[in-house]
DNA sequence: TATACTGATTGTGATTTGCAACTGGTTGTG
DNA sequence: CACAACCAGTTGCAAATCACAATCAGTATA
């Protein structure tokens, strides 16, 4: 074992990887939002990230494998960030945690209906949504349905009735 | 809602409560080795943790409402810490943790084997242990089901058969 | 040529962390 | 009663990390 780890826990290692106030924010925002670029990640960040741990977290998290990077064709400057295998696999942790947060934590009305779908729809909507996921991110070919459109689908009905 | 949030996200306001290396790693010796007393968690820490460090976690955890502190009547200095509610509700994901650390941290044997029960048991299982978590935390009545004494078993067990 | 956008880096001060020593008090033992 | 062990922390200090604002050089667009 790396004898840069605390201990060989899974609760206690998981927590070196992403035990920090940004990583997830970053992993929430690639996978929830859909934001692919670093300027992206950095302008519609609702908790306003420094760009300087963003570029920190997005180095770590593809060293750790958990992002990888590829050039965008259309910018030979712009780099496309993507979701790796281990990152989607955290939809059932994330969603674990907006339940947690949902009643645990003074959170909007708005920003947090997606915490309750993603809850409610249970294990069968987290499976859905992963490999929905490895069809952004990945290779794979489309599923038939698209929880993100759903996710979206809410988030956007909660803000506009929020207006009106 | 409270200014010094960065926002109302359900994922970011749990983060902000839970997101460093060594609040949920108290929570976790709180509840899985049932450590009760301040040196309990300083000397039995896997991960040796910082007496200043652990002290403000607890002092954290207890203004947060996820910990409760009551004196010990064995000894007027002694002091006895518990899982408020919100902390027992931390079980589903503290199994997404654990299931998520499993498979892409690595993990030693010995201790991962609870992660492994907590995963397989399912919702079924965190319902029972959080039944039991009530008992022992709070002044619930005891469940038949002893989850906690299925994890030891099987953790000693694991312990055992990598010595001989 | 001017403007805006690309993924970052740099400089600065504030905060957090890790480590070791220490504190004031309590309890059990000879 | 003397003394060691134990109790929950606190203190001091160096190192690392964080947050904020300004800046960078290389594209692309007008």
């Given at each position: 074992m790396d004898a840069a780890h605390r201990s060989g826990c899974p609760i206690n290692l998981t927590l070196e990887m992403l035990?920090?106030?940004?990583s997830l924010i970053v992993i929430r925002d690639v996978m929830f939002g859909n934001r692919r670029h670093f300027r992206e990640l950095l302008n519609n960040s609702e908790e306003s990230i420094a760009s300087n741990i963003l570029a920190d977290r997005l180095k770590r998290l593809v060293a750790n494998g958990l992002l990888w990077k590829r050039d965008d064709p259309s910018h030979s400057q712009k780099a496309i960030y993507s979701l790796a295998e281990p990152a989607i696999q955290l939809v059932p942790l994330l969603a674990a945690m907006g339940a947690w947060g949902r009643r645990h934590t003074p959170v909007s009305r708005e920003l947090s209906v997606r915490a309750e779908l993603l809850e409610n729809g249970g294990p069968q909507m987290w499976d859905a949504f992963m490999a929905e996921l490895r069809h952004l991110h990945l290779d794979a070919p489309a599923p038939a349905r698209s929880v993100f459109a759903e996710l979206q689908a809410a988030y956007l009905e909660a803000v506009q009735s929020g207006i009106e």
């Open positions: 035990g920090d106030r940004w």
